[in-house]
Each structure stands twice: as C-alpha cells, then as structure tokens.
C-alpha cells in the first residue's frame, strides 16, 4: 500500500480483519503517517493476527513480485507513483483511490503504467448495500437525481455519485456541465488544493440528469468541505425517491412516494476493505468499477472542469488541483 495517510491508515485497519494472512508493506516517506499506520494497526488487532506488517519510506524496499498494490495517496502524486510501482515490481492486482489523477495526461499515463492488469478504482457506492437496496426499486428512467446540501466536498464526492448513477441506470456519462460552479474556487482543507462550491451538473446516454450542489462554508475561514450532502432526490416516470443524508456513516433513511422505508449507511473504509481485498486475492474479482470504465467517467468529469476552470495562480492550465 503507497500512502500511509488518514485514508491509507483506515485501508490498513481493515486489512488486519482479512481472513487471508497477508504480508503487507506500507509505503510512505512521511514518518508520521507511519507512526499512525503502526498505531491503528494494532489498535485493530494486525499485531496480534496472522498478517505481517512492514512500513517503509520508500517504494524501492517494496518486493519485486506484488499481488496487490494499494494506492492511496492524494491525486496530484498518484500518476507518477502508479508508473513507479509499476517499473520495480510486477504486480498482480491494483486498488487505486479517486479521483484517479488531476489531468487528462496523467490519466492516459496510469492506463498505460497498469497495462493489461487488474485494476479498479474506489468509487465504492455500488458497493453499498444500502445503495444496492435503493436501486433495486428505482424503476425504469430516465432518472432526474438532485444531491444538494452544506459545503460537502464537491470536487472530491462528486464521482461518487456520478459512478453509482451510471451504475443504478446502467447508462454512460455523456457530459458534466461545470460552468454554474462559483468563483473563487475555495481553499479545501488540504494544503494547495480546492473544492468547489455552486452547481454540477451531469447528463447520462440515456437520459438520465445529475445536480450537484454544495454551498460555500458557512463561516469565514473555514476550509471548503467540512460537511456532507444532506439530501438526494431522484425522480423518474415511476415516483420520487428521498434519501436523508445519502453520505451518513451511522443512519440515512430513504423514502419513496409509497411510504416505502430503507434504512442504511455507508460503510467506513476499514470495514470495506477486508471483503474487497479476500474477494480480489480469491477470485481475480471485485464489485467495484474496472479502470477502463472509471478512466472514461474521470475523464468526461475533468473535461467539465478544466473547461470551467478559473485562473488558478501557479497551477498548470492542464490540470485541476483536486483530491
């Protein structure tokens, strides 16, 4: 796994819950986030497992045969570690994080680093079984789907939900419209990135429309993203759907015209992670997208950004500094 950060610290403690024994290899030159990594692995039991655990600064400790590589680290870096990783090590299987990359470039670059491996990228939303229990009484479309609420993370949730539309409706994204989007493009909490604030919006082969909208912080100072989408609508020639914070780690509830009720959450990442992995190392197999078709949703997304893109002092005009 490259990136021993927050979200690579929570891949890590899911990892420690795999019923096969792993020998898992953390790589990040950040002594900290190995010193996290280390923390919460034995806070979830990996010291006491069957799992061996090594953390390393550098990827060039790594073996050179990899069953699965974990690629965890922001957008800006993940181009150039994927083409690193892939020239020490032969490697059986990728898992990469979204967004995939910054740029059209680097995405062409990470299809080309992966090659004819198995790969499939983190939009984990179809795989959630409450999500999977929404869209099995969706009904026919087209669907007109509407995410609104505070200042959730548009830059780095949108895919989410763009991913799982298409694979509710089984339609391609034909086009993101990013021009409603407001300006400035706000500070995100990570250091030189952005969010975005305003509206996003999407159309699918069939029919199907995507809204996204997410307010500007509510106080001054504070980084953009801080909260979650409080509300998804998706109407269709059927009825309406209402889902009450589609983003929630402890209750959502969705609701049709019917009165029909479905509780859910999404899962942690730590609780995500040892299924994924067991299937992937058992089967060659995983229910998330494959990179082939999350390369081609990226790429329609970054398009409709990079086409709306403001000036961004000290930034590439090629890429959009999101994660």
């Not at 409603?180 to 305003?198: F, I, N």
């Not at 999407?202 to 429309?209: E, I, K, L, N, V």
């Not at 994924?276 to 990226?298: E, F, N, Q, R």
């Amino acid at each position: 796994m490259v990136g021993g950060g927050q979200l690579g610290s929570r891949y890590l403690q899911g990892l420690a819950a795999c019923r096969n024994p792993l020998d898992v290899a953390v790589v990040d030159p950040d002594p900290s986030s190995l010193d996290v990594c280390r923390s919460r692995w034995t806070q979830a039991g990996g010291a006491e497992s069957d799992h061996r655990l090594s953390l390393t600064g550098s990827a060039v400790n790594l073996a050179s045969q990899l069953d699965l590589a974990i690629i965890s680290t922001t957008a800006g870096i993940r181009t150039t570690v994927v083409e690193e990783l892939s020239g020490h090590a032969r490697v059986g299987s990728w898992l990469l994080e979204k967004v995939l990359a910054q740029g059209l470039t680097e995405l062409d670059r990470i299809a080309v680093a992966v090659g004819e491996d198995a790969a499939w990228v983190n939009t984990w939303a179809r795989t959630t079984q409450w999500f999977r229990q929404i869209g099995a009484h969706l009904g026919s479309g087209p669907h007109a789907i509407e995410v609104t609420g505070g200042s959730w993370g548009l830059a780095c949730n949108a895919i989410h939900f763009l991913d799982l539309v298409g694979w509710w409706t089984g339609e391609g994204l034909d086009i993101v419209d990013a021009s409603k989007l407001d300006r400035p493009w706000l500070a995100a909490r990570r250091t030189d990135h952005v969010e975005l604030s305003g509206q996003l919006m999407a159309r699918f082969d069939g029919g199907s429309t995507v809204g996204l909208s997410s307010s500007p912080p509510s106080s001054a100072g504070d980084p953009a993203g801080m909260d979650a989408p409080e509300l998804m609508t998706i109407r269709s020639p059927v009825g309406t759907w209402r889902i009450e914070d589609p983003m929630s780690e402890t209750l959502g509830l969705a609701t049709d015209d019917a009165g029909l009720r479905i509780e859910g959450r999404i899962e942690y990442q730590s609780e995500r992670t040892p299924g994924l992995v067991d299937a992937i190392l058992d089967t060659g197999k995983c229910d998330l997208p494959d990179l082939a078709s999350s390369i081609d949703l990226h790429r329609r997304f970054l398009t409709g950004l990079l086409e709306a893109r403001p000036f961004l002092e000290g930034v590439p005009e090629d890429r959009v500094p999101i994660t």
